[in-house]
T-cell receptor, first 113, second 115 residues
Framework: GNSVTQMEGPVTLSEEAFLTINCTYT??????LFWYVQYPGEGLQLLLKATKADDKGSNKGFEATYRKETTSFHLEKGSVQVSDSAVYFC????????????FGKGTKLSVIP | KAGVTQTPRYLIKTRGQQVTLSCSPISGHRSVSWYQQTPGQGLQFLFEYFSETQRNKGNFPGRFSGRQFSNSRSEMNVSTLELGDSALYLCASSDIDVTSTDTQYFGPGTRLTVL
């Protein structure tokens, strides 16, 4: 079945540091890949997505590239801010006709001034 | 467009009771999915409804059920509550049709506490 593995946190960075959160997946077919973010006490917000190999999703300075050869979708940001502190989830859907999202365990990011 | 709304936002129940949670999807979205989020198990898929039909179901006991109405609003029900059902229940809507995959947009969740 489908599965997502992402680096577990917590991750603590200083403001303006470079961020990478690793995500790898296992899936049949051709899944779509997503990064969602969850702020304290809230639901999930879509951060970015990619639907086919070599696609790059980007939003609010975050980027991730769909790498089929390494089955990865790593999240990066060049300069994090305190407001980026949240939990980040990598997820996949689709592939073999399944529309449900399969999530990684989440990575808690704390950015300190 | 208004986002996904869920009611109530918070619930406290006791073991053995049952509970009904409600979700109103984004206008025009016909697919509604439900997920359970717990610290131990993370985010797990419960079920998905499309045009009033359950299309997918996750690995949860029969105490968890759901339905979708003709206006795409959805409810999920948990009967005979157990302590382990304490969780954040998230609803997501999408304009998924039968041939494509699309983005799911989440509501704020309902925090259920079972005492």
């Amino acid at each position: 079945g489908n599965s997502v593995t992402q680096m577990e946190g917590p991750v603590t960075l200083s403001e303006e540091a470079f961020l990478t959160i690793n995500c790898t997946y296992t899936a049949t077919g051709y899944p779509s890949l997503f990064w969602y973010v969850q702020y304290p006490g809230e639901g999930l917000q879509l951060l970015l997505k990619a639907t086919k190999a070599d696609d790059k999703g980007s939003n609010k300075g975050f980027e991730a590239t769909y790498r089929k050869e390494t089955t990865s979708f790593h999240l990066e940001k060049g300069s994090v801010q305190v407001s980026d502190s949240a939990v980040y989830f990598c997820a996949l859907s689709g592939g073999a006709g399944s529309y449900q999202l399969t999530f990684g365990k989440g990575t808690k990011l704390s950015v300190i001034p | 467009k208004a986002g996904v709304t869920q009611t109530p936002r918070y619930l406290i129940k006791t073991r053995g009771q049952q509970v009904t949670l409600s979700c109103s999807p984004i206008s025009g979205h016909r697919s509604v999915s439900w997920y359970q989020q717990t610290p131990g198990q993370g985010l797990q898929f419960l079920f998905e409804y499309f045009s009033e039909t359950q299309r997918n179901k996750g690995n949860f006991p029969g105490r968890f059920s759901g339905r979708q109405f003709s206006n795409s609003r959805s409810e999920m029900n948990v009967s005979t509550l157990e302590l382990g059902d304490s969780a954040l229940y998230l609803c997501a809507s999408s304009d998924i049709d039968v041939t494509s995959t699309d983005t799911q947009y989440f509501g704020p969740g309902t925090r259920l506490t079972v005492l």
